[in-house]
């Protein structure tokens, strides 16, 4: 059964996944089209019965500003650095029951430094507390990768879990190799969950 939608830009760019009541509500308010369905299954209410969408597409584009593709949150940032301590190099699952994965700016905003991809890292708590707010070069540690600021397709995506329908959509827009780094991404956080 599907639990989420995947939702299309009128020009079929995957946006975002929705909840099912909210796909279905644009769906019925005419503001998007069901693609796909999830096979055979209907929806039911008093009054209507349509298919239970799996994918839909939005009938007016709508242009997603790229700053707010570009936001760091903690969930996309350990994504990115493959929920990993870039000082110690510990794993998320290897760290002791006190300890939890954090952000660390490289340079503090105490300092100047700003919330921005190319400045902050993820760092397990006893290396954040360590580090403190001081500069790398100040006292001797830095990051096992430098920082980069990822594409938006793998910020949006790394998360989720995809049906073979959904990831049909993801193939045909970004290709077969964002596809598969974000199948990669989805196993290590699963991975991550269970032995957590």
């Given amino acids: ?14 946006l975002t996944m929705v909840p099912l009541k909210r796909a279905l509500r644009l769906v019925i308010d005419g503001k998007a089209e069901i693609v796909e369905a999830d096979g055979g299954r209907l929806v039911h ?18 242009h997603v500003p790229r700053k707010f593709r570009r936001q760091v949150t903690n969930t996309f940032l350990f994504a990115r650095d493959r929920y990993k ?17 954090t952000r660390d700016h490289l340079i503090p905003l105490s300092r100047g430094g700003a919330n921005a991809w190319n400045n902050v890292v993820t760092a397990c708590s006893s290396c954040n507390t360590r580090k403190s707010n001081r500069l790398p070069s100040e006292i001797g540690m830095f990051p096992l990768h ?6 938006f397709v793998h910020l949006s995506w790394a998360v989720r879990r995809l049906t073979p329908i959904q990831a049909r959509y993801i193939r045909f827009f970004y290709g077969e190799a964002t596809l598969h780094q974000l199948e990669e991404l989805e196993a290590r956080s ?6 957590g």
């Fill in 1 to 14: 059964m599907i639990v989420g939608c995947l939702a299309l830009n009128a020009s079929f760019e995957p």
């Fill in 146 to 151: 430098a920082p980069i600021e990822p594409h």
């Fill in 45 to 62: 209410s008093e009054r209507l019965t349509v298919p239970r969408p799996a994918v839909i597409r939005l009938t007016k584009f709508i």
């Fill in 190 to 195: 699963h991975k991550v969950i269970v032995a």
């Fill in 85 to 101: 301590c870039q000082y110690c190099g510990r794993q998320g699952n290897e760290l002791k029951p006190r300890e939890a994965l």
